[in-house]
T-cell receptor
Framework: KAGVTQTPRYLIKTRGQQVTLSCSPI?????VSWYQQTPGQGLQFLFE???????NKGNFPGRFSGRQFSNSRSEMNVSTLELGDSALYLC?????????????FGPGTRLTVT | QKEVEQNSGPLSVPEGAIASLNCTYS??????FFWYRQYSGKSPELIMS????GDKEDGRFTAQLNKASQYVSLLIRDSQPSDSATYLC??????????FGTGTRLLVSP
């Protein structure tokens, strides 16, 4: 089975711009979660989507948004980029069935804001 | 108090020794517990999950869970230099969010 894929892998943007990141989950997985990883804060939960609905949201400003499509692929968008948004953005997919909820991560998108 | 706490390390062990990594969590409603390994510059890789009290073994890895003490641990037997990485403890809280600790850096010396 193919793993979680994320595009693009690297991105350089300027302050004030917006960015869209994409995630394709493992085939059959309907849940996609997004995380931000920085050296100072570690892995921080952004949001989770399941069957096109946002199930959970972390403590991030409204500039961070996401969506999920009917094929379970997900996108996250960050508007009005700030320098502090520079981070590794990770998405993880899980099947969310049978009471087990193991999440598998994609390779991440490294975003640099200048 | 952080939701999931780990000692940042580094934890240094010689090759062939047992590495013991520990994690405590604050939400008593937590039901699912995970250990991830992350190599520098890579994304986290799931190595163990545990859902009930006791031990769970998978190859050289053993996860231990004690819900009464709100404590999860990971033992790595016969540690190898290739095990050198950051180990992240993750807890699915009662609010159904997966919360990560900041990770423990493990260094296995030949």
């Amino acid at each position: 089975k193919a793993g979680v894929t994320q595009t693009p892998r690297y991105l350089i943007k300027t302050r004030g711009q917006q960015v869209t990141l994409s995630c394709s989950p493992i085939s059959g997985h309907r849940s996609v979660s997004w995380y931000q990883q920085t050296p100072g804060q570690g892995l921080q939960f952004l949001f989770e989507y399941f069957s096109e609905t946002q199930r959970n949201k972390g403590n991030f400003p409204g500039r961070f948004s996401g969506r999920q499509f009917s094929n379970s692929r997900s996108e996250m968008n960050v508007s009005t980029l700030e320098l502090g948004d520079s981070a590794l953005y990770l998405c993880a997919s899980s099947s969310r069935t049978g009471g087990f909820d193991e999440q598998y991560f994609g390779p991440g998108t490294r975003l640099t804001v200048t | 108090q952080k939701e999931v706490e780990q000692n940042s390390g580094p934890l240094s062990v010689p090759e062939g020794a047992i590495a013991s990594l520990n994690c405590t969590y604050s939400d008593r409603g937590s039901q699912s517990f995970f250990w991830y390994r992350q190599y520098s510059g890579k994304s986290p890789e799931l190595i163990m999950s545990i859902y009930s009290n006791g031990d769970k073994e998978d190859g050289r890895f053993t996860a231990q869970l004690n819900k009464a003490s709100q404590y999860v641990s990971l033992l790595i037997r016969d540690s190898q230099p290739s095990d050198s990485a950051t180990y992240l403890c993750a807890v699915k809280t009662g609010f159904q969010k997966l919360v990560f600790g900041t990770g423990t850096r493990l260094l296995v010396s030949p």
